[in-house]
């Protein structure tokens, strides 16, 4: 009897040590949103009867992918090994094109417009049995097929009736990687690149794979490997091989590899005396560098080019313009179907300029000078990757250029990988922005995805937050950011709150009550961001080169548009920008009435206000406060939600594995830290100026303003931005 007890005993606590083990198993996040892990039993069986078996069209690398991602997936999921069976039994999940399935044939599916990439996921019943058909033009959108179909029974959606017909909205979707030969990352902060080039092509490191899938997963089909900062070894025959071996990896998955090139390669590889666009032998240089490419890379998609700025090479070095440049390269990949993709970041210091008025005027006169097969490559915004800036004016300014946005993943001015910032709302703010170039409606949306000016090639690009960090993304939180922005790329009608709730359920918990306030913390964070380091249309006040931690009183550059000071411009007088007929007048490069609308200190935006005019201290807010006191309750309201973060965060403990949990807990503590420094550092230097007292709800201080302009903060705290795997400790 005492044994029967005790044995009891041990079950009931072995039980009990299972059941928790299940939330508690550690886990390095490694596989993002892609887990599969088993649903709990009764959602499992509820899809059983609908998964039964598989039967999946055709013999190809990505045939194989589409099977491999299905079986494994809904296996994992459903708790089940799925087989693969060429018969339409009760439950079958078909996947596939008419021209490798006779099944998905025979259904004859409205197919026509779903262009390359597009699929449709049926619910249908063929001789009696209920059939799931995942059907597309190409391997590839049904490989998107079974990727959302994987993401509906991940996020536990219904698939007893499925309707589903899907096409992506703009048809280039890429990362660019500023990676570097030597194995670092320009802005990267979660570890070193994920090409190991010493290794390849010899070595293939598996992770290449599981990039490629989670790229497909979302949609994303473009990856620029290498930094626009470019060294020309990359164009080296031995480097291309190497490019060549990421290409085969990421081939089966639809990602097309592109590569940034160094615009005077002829000079340093080829020998020439110039890289002048005009010059015969650079032109033949390119061409015949092209045939090397597509000789290895038959599908290569063209390249990047960042010319004229930042000390990069371009053709204005031989008086030549950005499309003059930007054509010599396009005539060398376009026979061979490739594309160049320009970039509009180009500034150059005058004296009195406005930076943010220096792209439009570089490169809107030649509208409609660049080559067919050429994309101008335009920031979200006109100064750089600020936490909140106004949509570029180029966007709707070039109705003949194909531009494109290009958007920063990686947090290079937002506190790297430590802070927890999702940002589709920043994305979904800047291309829901109406630029009035044909009347109402003319979002940078409908710029991007062709609709306005019906461009043929619409692309987006995001400049990527990976890295060999276990976790990939060094927080775990920001794969969120890498997920929402193929996502968006995809579809950008999509709402930050679907996009969060998604990877919410895939990647952490499906807990109701966890998945909500999670959702809340994600959906606040931006603008929380905003809040602590740069409220009020503030921008740029970052600590100078590294750009983490604030420093608004930096003057030190020679080069005066890198220093916050003249950025702020913080006086007796006031703070902020004129960039009104007072001033630059560099609001005059939007259309009205959105020129009239941010040119209006009645109409602009606060959001906007300092970024377009310069305004005094008791200048009286729609709020009713001082623009002192309304600037420095907007530091303390984002001090507040870090410290509620940390809250919100302990609040879904046991929900998520101890692990990531440690792991997030870690961040937010330094996220919390650094918005009371930045509020801290702010207010006391704006404060020689307005000589205002802190409202009260406004925390003074802990430190003096000599004592912030002394502690680079990141030196302080490197400690929290170290690897992955030490916050994982
Ligand atoms: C790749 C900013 C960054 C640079 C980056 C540049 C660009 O200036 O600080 O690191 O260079 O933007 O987008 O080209």
């Not at 895939?506 to 740069?534: K, N």
């Amino acid at each position: 009897m005492r044994v029967a007890k005790l044995l009891q005993t041990l079950l009931l606590t072995a039980l009990l040590l299972a059941s928790s083990s299940v939330l508690t198993k550690a886990d390095d996040g490694y596989r993002l949103w892609l887990r599969y892990d088993a649903l709990p039993a009764g959602n499992a069986a509820l899809y059983r009867p609908r998964v039964a078996s598989l039967d999946i069209g055709g013999d190809s690398a990505t045939a194989a992918a589409i099977r491999d991602e299905l079986k494994t997936g809904l296996g994992g999921l459903l708790g089940a090994e799925i087989p693969l069976s060429g018969k339409l039994n009760d439950g079958a999940v078909l996947a596939g094109t008419p021209q490798n399935s006779p099944a998905i044939a025979a259904l004859k599916l409205p197919l026509a417009d779903l262009g390359d990439d597009g699929f449709v996921i049926r619910s249908v019943r063929i001789k009696g049995k209920n059939v799931t058909a995942i059907a597309a033009r190409s391997e590839l959108g049904a490989l998107y097929g079974a990727f959302h179909f994987l993401r509906l029974v991940q996020t536990l959606q219904p698939i007893a009736n499925l309707n589903v017909t899907e096409k992506p909205k703009i048809a280039l979707r890429m990362l660019n990687h500023w990676d570097n030969p030597d194995g670092s990352i320009e802005r990267g902060y979660a570890g070193k690149s994920l090409w190991n080039w010493a290794e390849l092509p010899e070595k293939i490191d598996p992770r290449l794979r599981d990039y490629a899938r989670a790229d497909a997963s979302v949609g994303i089909n473009g990856a620029v490997l290498n930094n626009v900062n470019a060294s020309a070894q990359i164009l080296t025959a031995e480097y291309l091989k190497k490019v060549a071996a990421i290409a085969a990896v990421f081939r089966p998955y639809g990602i097309r590899v592109f590569l940034s090139a160094r615009f005077s390669a002829p000079i340093e590889l080829g020998g020439l005396k110039t890289a002048d666009p005009f010059d015969a032998g650079v032109k033949k240089w390119w061409r015949d560098k092209a045939d090397e490419i597509y000789g290895l890379i038959p599908d290569f998609g063209g390249f990047l080019v960042k010319a004229n700025s930042e000390g990069q090479p371009g053709p204005r070095t031989y008086d030549r313009t950005h499309a003059d440049g930007a054509n010599l390269l396009a005539a060398a990949v376009a026979p061979h179907g490739g594309i160049v993709i320009w970039r509009a970041f180009v500034y150059d210091m005058k004296p009195g300029y406005d930076r943010a008025g220096a792209a439009y005027e570089n490169l809107r006169p030649f509208d409609g000078k660049f080559a067919p097969n050429a994309l101008l490559q335009v920031k979200n915004g006109p100064v750089d990757f600020q936490p909140r800036e106004p949509f570029h004016p180029l966007f709707g300014a070039m109705p003949k250029t194909q531009v494109m946005p290009e958007f920063q993943i990686t947090q290079e001015y937002l506190g790297f990988s430590n802070h927890l910032v999702f940002l589709a709302e920043m994305w979904r703010e800047v291309l829901s922005s109406d630029t009035y170039a044909k009347g109402r409606g003319s979002t940078v949306a409908r710029v991007a995805d062709g609709s306005l000016f019906r461009q043929k090639l619409t692309a987006v690009a995001g400049v990527a937050n990976t890295g060999s960090d276990r976790n990939w993304t060094g927080h775990d939180f920001l794969q969120a950011n890498w997920y929402a922005f193929g996502r968006l790329a995809w579809n950008h009608e999509l709402s930050p709150a679907a996009i969060a709730g998604e990877w919410i359920k895939m990647t952490l918990t499906r807990e109701p009550a966890a998945v909500a306030r999670i959702a809340r913390l994600m959906l606040g964070s931006r603008e929380a961001l905003v809040d602590y380091m740069t409220p009020l249309g503030l921008h740029h006040q970052m600590w100078g080169g590294h750009h983490y931690g604030p420093a608004p009183w930096w003057n030190s550059y020679s080069r005066d548009d890198w220093n916050p000071t003249y950025f702020n411009k913080a006086a007796a007088d006031g703070i902020g920008f004129d960039r009104t007929k007072t001033g630059s007048d560099t609001v005059s490069q939007y259309f009205p009435p959105v020129r009239d609308e941010f040119s209006n200190l009645k109409t602009v935006p606060d959001k906007y206000l300092l970024w377009f005019h310069h305004v005094p201290w008791t200048y009286r807010m729609r709020s009713g406060r001082t623009l002192w006191d309304e600037l420095a309750l907007r530091y303390q309201r984002g001090v507040d939600w870090a410290r509620n973060a940390r809250r919100e965060w302990d609040a879904v403990k046991g929900a998520i594995d101890d692990e990531r949990f440690r792991a997030v807990a870690r961040k937010l503590a330094i996220q919390e830290r650094d918005a009371v420094w930045w509020k801290d550092a702010s207010l006391s230097y704006f404060q020689t100026f307005s000589k205002l007292p802190l409202p009260a709800g406004v925390e003074k201080p802990a430190r003096t303003l000599e004592e912030y302009k002394k502690i680079d903060l990141l030196d302080d705290f490197a400690r929290g931005i170290g690897s992955f795997d030490e916050n994982h400790k």
